[in-house]
């Protein structure tokens, strides 16, 4: 009897201590709510790693009567949570699957240029379908002389306009400190034609992403052979990241001495790659062709020759881009692209 008295007893703290905390958790949801309106406010990033980390270890080190493992778990739940109750960020959350989904677009502008400029474009193409949002901040420009992208503040416009329209940041980086300055801004990390020999660069941005195993999206250099790509690309799988995309963007050839081409295509390049890696292979045709009435054939074209993706220069005006105005096309004309 008076052990049954005790269960009772026991059971009723029990669900006292369980009612206390669902309080405390809603509670805790609408304080993390109020964040992640205010970083937005303040183009803050709303995922911090680091900070998960710090609440995580707080507890793991004070000497609590509780399964490390457990805690961990149980932290990541209210983590992620938090984020899709805010975002609606269900799918969001899981960028691998979307990356498995065939083609991978990605589009946008060349360059961020406003806020206004990038939240217009990113919601029409979610509108179409899109899931990728690129825009550049750190522009690699042949003369020092003109526009360079709006730097740390263009990632922060482009990552509030991709969260705010569901969809994943892509970006360029020239150097490996504004990767660190907007690590949680960037979802896939662009590193350009132009750096694919900084072989600091790779082994830097390899080492950097390794730990969570962020996408890096390699393309192809201006002039390098396809075993030069490929080595290029180890630099970053030997570094301990497998998530490698590779992008071929055309190459320098005799032909641009005449032709209206910004450099030649390299479609055939597709094949070849295909059989000597298991990479996804993405095409660039803005860069590839460098005139916007060829897009479309040349995006095409890249579908039917096996790529698993494009990356293409999207605007509303495409004539008042501020950087490579020529090959950009609008939205609508992307939904002539096969398969979107
Ligand atoms: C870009 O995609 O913004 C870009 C500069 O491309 P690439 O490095 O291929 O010239
Ligand atoms: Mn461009």
Partial sequence: MENKLNIEKLRLEIDKIDSDLVSLLTKRK????ELIKNKLLQYLPVLDSNREEAIIDRF???SLDLNPTFIRKFFHLIFEDAKRQYYKLEELTDIKSYLERKPIMIAGPCVVES?????EIAESLAGIGVKFLRGG??????????????GDLG????YNAARANNMFTVTEILEAEQLARNYDFIDIVQIGSRSMTSYGLLKSVGAMTAKDKKTVLLKRGLSATLSEFLQAAE????AGNPNVIL???GIRTFEQIESTLRFTPDLASILELKEKTNLPILFDPSHSVGRSDFIIDVSNAALQLGADGLIVETHFKPCESKVDAKQAITPQQLLNILSL
Avoid: D
């Avoid at 609408?30 to 709510?33: A, C, L, R, T």
């Avoid at 901040?137 to 709006?150: A, D, H, I």
């Avoid at 990632?155 to 482009?158: D, E, G, I, P």
């Fill in 30 to 33: 609408e304080i993390s709510n």
């Fill in 60 to 62: 793991l080190n004070s």
């Fill in 115 to 119: 806020e206004f400029q990038i939240n």
């Fill in 137 to 150: 901040s750190f522009k690699p420009r042949t003369s020092p002389n003109t526009f360079q992208g709006l």
């Fill in 155 to 158: 990632v922060k416009y482009l």
């Fill in 235 to 238: 630099y970053i799988l030997q």
């Fill in 247 to 249: 992008c071929l963007r």
